[in-house]
């Protein structure tokens, strides 16, 4: 699925909802939300969707930080936007977000930064002379996703600068 298609599909669920909250969005799109300790360490689950019986649930590690909770909500919400059709009664793992060994995780990570991320935020940003890294502390999120936001606007044709850094799957074992 192209960068195009999914940003059409995050432009389609912010009209659909009104929603920007994750927290909101699941609700609003009758999503079992369900909050389970998972532990902490690099091996430990972050979070998963999954589809049976047309009933829809995402589980949350309640042990991460409520930040990375809200972030976490958001990739498996794109799942259930995106392959919900894939998923059939398997349920979408997510060990290491931001992995791009995945084609899913990819793109759920893709829809993520781009409905967290408004393009006119993170372009202000930019434009106050902040570096990349600052950007995403002001912005209150992890490097990689400023990094996927980066990705949609060069895709958009917004010039930008070149950023500092690659995402890369394993930035969570560090969390």
Same mark, same amino acid.
């Given at each position: ?111 993520? =930064?781009?409905? $967290?991320?408004?393009?006119? +935020?993170? @372009? ?5 002379? /902040?570096?990349?890294? #600052?950007? =995403?502390?002001? $912005?209150?999120?992890?490097? +990689?996703? @400023? ?5 949609? /606007?060069?895709?958009? #044709? ?18």
């Amino acid at each position: 699925m192209s960068i195009e298609t999914i940003s059409k599909e995050v432009k389609r669920i912010r009209k659909k909802y009104a929603e920007k909250d994750p927290y909101a969005l699941c609700r609003a799109m009758k999503i079992s939300l369900i909050f389970k300790s998972m532990g902490t360490d690099c091996e430990s689950c972050k979070g998963f969707y999954f589809y049976q019986s047309r009933k829809q649930a995402i589980v949350i590690n309640s042990d991460l930080p409520e930040e990375l909770q809200r972030i976490i909500l958001m990739h498996e919400i794109a799942h259930a936007v995106l392959h919900r059709k894939s998923s059939g009664i398997k349920a979408f793992h997510d060990f290491a977000l931001f992995d791009e060994t995945s084609i899913f995780e990819y793109e759920a990570n893709i829809f993520t =930064a781009d409905y $967290l991320l408004e393009d006119d +935020e993170v @372009l202000g940003l930019l434009n106050e002379d /902040l570096s990349f890294f #600052g950007a =995403a502390c002001r $912005l209150n999120v992890p490097a +990689e996703l @400023l990094d996927f936001k980066f990705r949609v /606007l060069k895709r958009k #044709g917004y010039k930008i600068i070149d950023h500092p850094m690659i995402a890369s799957s394993n930035f969570l074992k560090k969390v």
